[in-house]
């Protein structure tokens, strides 16, 4: 099968399973939500306004600065807003694996284990993009990431984490087992979307202003590189970059397109 086929493949099975509708919903929720925010709630507030030589002395008159719980519901928000179309494929296997009077139920739990896996790693991830934030200046904070970014998505680590992205288990039909296979499901696509997306979350927290609209271009690129199916763990041009100017893929989409 070729790589064209295979990104096909992968489109049909979100297509199939349904919950697309749903998951876009849920993006445009998120970008809203993360554009209703104060300033306050925002990683990207203090990216080139601070230093962490400024923190004695704005703490010494009293200045505020974003507190851990309105970075939590910031990081929060731009999950939902950049993670959503990501897990179309899992997604779709979770509610077609389901019996129709659980489905609500088993996408439900899925929800949940993929969201605990990305709030933890924000407990890790903010402080990171805090940090960065306070040490560098704006161009080269975000500068430094996207490199970084790039090199994580070229490397065979990330391609294994790519790969099981796409790993989908079994899901049972009845009682607690189902439950906890969907939670399961939920849990191993978070892990692996963590691994594979961790510095790119990092980046639209270190362009300022410009915030919304690189979580827009980060979103894009990773599902980009979503539809990409598994492939050689090894060193390689991203995937992303591949689905999106890599011709003879296009071409080949389109000549397998269903009709």
């Known amino acids: 099968m070729s790589r064209a086929a295979a990104m096909l493949g992968q489109v049909q099975v979100a297509l199939r399973g349904g919950p697309v509708p749903m998951l876009a919903g849920l993006t445009v929720a998120g970008f809203a939500l993360t554009a209703a925010l104060p300033a306050a709630f925002h990683l990207s507030t203090v990216c080139g306004q601070i230093s962490v030589a400024d923190i004695p002395a704005l703490l010494a008159v009293g200045a505020v600065l974003p507190s851990f719980p309105a970075l939590a519901l910031g990081w929060l928000a731009m999950t939902l807003a950049m993670m959503p179309l990501l897990v179309a494929g899992p997604l779709a296997h979770v509610r077609r694996c389901s019996l129709p009077r659980r489905r609500a139920r088993a996408m439900g739990l899925f929800a949940l284990g993929y969201g605990i896996c990305w709030a933890l790693a924000g407990v890790v991830l903010a ?39 796409h ?11 189902a439950d906890r296979d969907c939670l399961r499901q939920g849990v191993t696509t978070g892990m692996a979307c963590v691994a594979t997306c961790w510095p790119w979350m990092l980046l639209p927290a270190l362009t300022g202003a410009a915030h919304l609209a ?29 689905v999106l100017f890599g011709p003879r893929y296009l071409t080949g989409l389109l000549a397998r397109r269903p009709k």
């Open 127 to 165: 402080p990171a993009a805090l940090l960065l934030a306070l040490s560098l200046a704006q161009g080269t904070s975000a500068a430094l990431m996207l490199g970084a970014a790039l090199i994580w998505s070229a490397s065979p680590v990330a391609q294994l984490a790519h790969n099981r992205c």
């Open 167 to 177: 790993r989908t288990l079994r899901i049972g039909a009845f009682g607690p087992a």
């Open 214 to 242: 690189a979580m827009a271009a980060v979103a894009a690129f990773l599902l980009a590189a979503r539809f990409a199916p598994a492939g050689p763990v090894r060193w390689r041009v991203p995937q992303a970059l591949e």
